[in-house]
């Protein structure tokens, strides 16, 4: 009598039509970023590029890397699928600017063009605080795209932190 389950007759998960969703971010991107350091501090600038490629039929993985106004540069990777179990996007990110994983969850608009994904990572006014964040995909057409990235406040509010705009090269 053996513990060990039969597994044998498990089959791939096959794409669902939500999947085709990630298609529209496939491609090499030229990105330019505003940001906010803080209510006292200037507007921050980056440029930089982004590639993102399907991985199989069920993920696009994406590689960027950013300029900042300051000449430093950041490296980052990120990755999102549409999760058929719990039914909803599902995604990551990691940059070279932070140690933290930021894992997201996922919402698509009725009309398929804006994607919100929400995530708890460390407050950034606050350490050892944590804090949600929202990243909101924009479809403009074909060839351009937004992230308009968001913090929320002590009273819930958004607070919009940082803009990309993707033009496809």
């Known amino acids: 009598m053996s513990d ?4 044998s007759e498990v089959q791939p998960t096959q794409a669902h039509p939500e999947h085709a ?3 529209n971010l496939v491609g090499t991107w ?4 505003t940001y906010m350091m803080g209510p006292d501090q200037p507007e921050g600038t980056s440029t930089g590029t982004e590639t993102v ?3 199989g039929d069920l993920w ?3 590689e960027g890397v950013q300029t ?3 000449g430093s540069v950041m490296h980052s990777r990120h990755g999102l699928g549409y999760d058929v179990s719990f039914r909803e996007y599902r995604g990551f990110w990691v940059v070279t600017a932070s140690s933290h994983l930021w894992k997201t969850v996922g919402t698509l608009s009725e009309d398929g063009r804006v994607m ?3 995530c708890e990572g460390p407050d950034m006014l606050v350490d050892g605080k944590t804090a949600m964040y929202k990243d909101v995909i924009e479809l403009i057409d074909a060839d351009h795209r937004t992230l308009t990235s968001s913090g929320q406040d002590a ?3 958004w607070c919009e932190f940082m803009k990309v705009r993707y033009t496809r090269v």
């Open 60 to 62: 696009a993985l994406g």
């Open 68 to 70: 900042m106004s300051d």
């Open 116 to 118: 919100t994904l929400l």
């Open 53 to 55: 490629t399907m991985f």
């Open 4 to 7: 060990v389950q039969d597994y």
């Open 30 to 33: 030229k990105t330019e970023t």
């Open 21 to 23: 969703w990630l298609q």
């Open 155 to 157: 009273e819930g509010n």
